[in-house]
């Protein structure tokens, strides 16, 4: 499952690596409402939390359907500027329509209420429509979809004096210190466009992002089947400290395609692709594999063995190890006229994270 962004005769210069506050401030808000997401941050986002005003601390609450399980488009802007006020500008340059229905995809949790034939701001049924999602979500969801629909400039006041409290909060500390990482992965991926191109630089931001063979498609491993096209203004990437293990995007009609991608971190590789996590799944999911590797996890051992020890045919036993091989769950050797075949123990082990981070990403 991909998202793809058709490139297609873009220059590379259209192709834009910038930092942005206002994402990254939305990246620790995130952080803030899903600690258990990063856990590398968790102990700061305890932190935060025990010093926020009460005041502001509800604030966070009332609206955190706008980053939470997803950011509304918005907050990931595709021209950045170089402060969190300058962005906060461009936003308020919205005009209302194009605010209220990317929140409301994010209050209510489903995108279709972005493509209601009719604004909810002035048709009575996509009005109605809207908040029985957003009822469906929660209380807090409705309330904050109700006060959204019926006094969008007052929200969207409060909405930015919110965030402009959590960066005398918190936020402008925080981003102080993550400037300078993010400078540095900024210019090697500048440095990676301008001399060895489009595939180098994607391939740098994450192993969850590749350039078509072709050259005419950018293809990021997500959960879902889509496309849209960076014609015109281009693709913008924004690299973030807090972002981590999320890829996240903008891809919805209408919106220049963003893409959030986490800085690397010291410490483990590449996440597994979304494709190798189902290929292992899928090869779990039989009785008789699930018995070869209770034997293969005591250690080392042949076809003949494995098909001994289970009273199986050599055959069906072989078929069954190719799948396991293909999965990249065993590892095979020769010893003389025989093929051992060994578990690969770490990545059976890492599966269930590998999982959480295709999932998460």
């Not at 930015?160 to 925080?174: G, I, K, V």
């Not at 630089?201 to 293809?219: F, K, Q, R, T, W």
Request: aromatic content about 4%; proline content about 7%; overall charge negative.
């Amino acid at each position: 499952m991909t998202l793809r962004i058709d490139i297609s005769g873009l220059p590379s210069e259209r192709l834009l690596f910038a930092a942005s506050p206002l994402a990254e401030l939305t990246a620790m808000l995130h952080v803030l409402a899903e600690p258990g997401h990063h856990p590398r941050h968790a102990h700061r986002a305890g932190e935060v939390w025990a010093e926020l005003p009460p005041e502001l601390a509800e604030r966070l609450r009332e609206a955190e359907f706008l980053w939470r399980s997803s950011a509304a488009d918005f907050l990931l802007p595709a021209r950045p500027r170089p402060t969190l006020a300058e962005e906060l500008d461009d936003v308020d340059r919205m005009d209302d329509e194009t605010y209220v229905t990317a929140a409301l995809v994010s209050t209510c949790g489903n995108r279709r209420v972005r493509y209601a034939a009719r604004s909810p701001l002035s048709d009575a049924t996509a009005r109605e429509r809207a908040l029985d999602l957003a009822q469906a979500r929660g209380a807090r969801q409705e309330a904050f979809a109700e006060r959204l629909l019926a006094d969008p400039a007052g929200v969207r006041a409060r909405v930015r004096d919110t965030l402009e409290q959590c960066a005398e909060a918190f936020f402008d500390a925080a981003w102080a210190d993550v400037a300078v990482r993010l400078a540095t992965d900024l210019r090697l991926k500048n440095d990676l466009l301008k001399r060895q191109g489009v595939g180098a630089a994607l391939a740098s931001v994450s192993g969850a992002v590749a350039l078509a063979p072709d050259g005419d498609c950018i293809v990021v491993d997500k959960l879902q089947d889509t496309a849209t096209t960076g014609h015109g203004a281009g693709v913008t990437f924004i690299p973030s400290v807090f972002g981590s293990p999320h890829l996240v995007a903008v891809h919805a009609p209408g919106w220049q395609p963003v893409l959030q991608y986490p800085v690397a971190e010291p410490g483990p590789a590449e996440p597994v692709s979304l494709e190798t996590v189902t290929a292992r799944l899928e090869a779990l999911n039989h009785p008789v594999r699930l018995r070869l590797l209770r034997t293969l996890a005591r250690g080392p051992h042949t076809n003949g063995e494995l098909a001994h020890t289970w009273e199986l045919s050599a055959p069906e036993v072989s078929r069954h190890l190719a799948v396991l091989r293909r999965a990249g769950l065993l590892t095979a050797r020769r010893d003389g006229r025989y093929v051992r075949y060994t578990l690969s123990v770490p990545d059976l082990t890492a599966l269930g994270g590998d999982l959480l981070a295709a999932v998460l990403r």
